[in-house]
T-cell receptor
Framework: KNEVEQSPQNLTAQEGEFITINCSYSVGISALHWLQQHPGGGIVSLFMLSSGKKKHGRLIATINIQEKHSSLHITASHPRDSAVYICAVMTGTASKLTFGTGTRLQVTL | SQTIHQWPATLVQPVGSPLSLECTVEGTSNPNLYWYRQAAGRGLQLLFYSVGIGQISSEVPQNLSASRPQDRQFILSSKKLLLSDSGFYLC???????????FGSGTQLSVL
């Protein structure tokens, strides 16, 4: 079974700060998802990675397959970025998706 | 385009009452369908998945069941709810042989 650990569990930042959320996993994977969960619960898929780096607006996700580690970066953070960010790893078929417990981000003015 | 609908958004039910949560997908055919649960303070956990009509796989033993009466419809049920069934339930889908998942908006279930 894949163990997925995220850090930090909670993060408070001021608007404009650069933010990094980390995810480590224990078993080789076929893909890794970064998800965003807003208050009220709806989840949005931000990235799906199997190697390298992806960028979307102010969000950047990287993955190091050898080190079994991924990071999610937010540049120029904004209060609307406040949410829970969840790392989820996929092994084999999509049904075998293991989630981290999430990082709660609060961005203040 | 593909969309996923999940309802209701919130639900408060007494212990011992039945449950039915529905999830439908539009704009695609033969999707893989999933039910996840997020208990308070814990990560999402896969409950059931289905690769086709009438095909249901359960990941964890529990008080819940799932059914797929139509290609794009996935239903989560219980005959008698327990307090421990409280949580956030999320439906998701992906295309066969695709790793990209799409999530519903979720149902917050409180069993009192």
């Amino acid at each position: 079974k894949n163990e997925v650990e995220q850090s930090p569990q909670n993060l408070t930042a001021q608007e404009g700060e650069f933010i990094t959320i980390n995810c480590s996993y224990s078993v080789g994977i076929s893909a890794l998802h970064w998800l965003q969960q807003h208050p009220g619960g709806g989840i949005v898929s931000l990235f799906m990675l199997s190697s390298g780096k992806k960028k979307h607006g102010r969000l950047i996700a990287t993955i190091n397959i050898q080190e079994k580690h991924s990071s999610l970066h937010i540049t120029a953070s904004h209060p609307r970025d406040s949410a829970v960010y969840i790392c989820a790893v996929m092994t084999g078929t999509a049904s075998k998706l293991t989630f981290g417990t999430g990082t709660r981000l609060q961005v203040t003015l | 385009s593909q969309t996923i609908h999940q309802w209701p958004a919130t639900l408060v039910q007494p212990v011992g009452s039945p449950l039915s949560l529905e999830c439908t997908v539009e704009g695609t055919s033969n999707p893989n369908l999933y039910w996840y649960r997020q208990a308070a303070g814990r990560g999402l956990q896969l409950l059931f998945y289905s690769v086709g009509i009438g095909q249901i796989s359960s990941e964890v033993p529990q008080n819940l069941s799932a059914s797929r009466p139509q290609d794009r419809q996935f239903i989560l049920s219980s005959k008698k709810l327990l307090l421990s069934d409280s949580g956030f339930y999320l439906c998701a889908w992906n295309r066969q042989r695709s790793e990209k998942l799409f999530f519903g908006s979720g149902t917050q279930l409180s069993v009192l």
